[in-house]
């Protein structure tokens, strides 16, 4: 049984920076590609960023390239989001997941999906950036 505990959320003034992270267990970490998402309040959830197995190729979004980092421990089964210069926007729910998709074929499909993780959902952390 799959599971994915991510923490790391919190209230932080906009140009503010935080750091999730997941910790995920019941499964190979080191033999899947990760990924995070994200659900504001009304919407649906989106892709963030995704890394590679081995840590060597990386995705991001449009919305946090260039202010978002993703990287991962594979000794520690963890997965990292250091997350820069926030803007109000990136109020939402994070959540990592296992995906079954690597990073080459998530640039292929033109980015992130829902459909392209495994059904192996945390509870999320809450990001709240304030004006």
């Known amino acids: 049984q799959v599971q994915v505990v991510e923490s790391g959320g919190g209230l932080v003034e906009a140009g503010g920076s935080l750091r999730l992270s997941c910790v995920v267990s019941g499964l190979t970490f080191d033999n899947y590609p990760m990924g995070w998402f994200r659900q504001a309040p009304g919407k649906e959830r989106e892709g963030v960023s995704c890394?590679?197995?081995?840590?060597?190729?990386?995705f991001y979004e449009s919305a946090v390239k260039g202010r978002f980092t993703i990287s991962r421990d594979n000794a520690e089964n963890t997965l990292y989001l250091q997350m820069n210069s926030l803007k109000p926007e990136d109020t939402a729910m994070y959540f990592c997941a296992p995906m079954s998709r690597g990073v080459t074929s998530v640039q292929r499909a033109g980015g992130m999906s829902e459909d392209q993780a495994l059904n192996a959902w945390g509870q999320g952390t809450l990001v709240t950036v304030s004006a």
């Open positions: 890394i590679s197995a081995e840590g060597d190729r990386t």
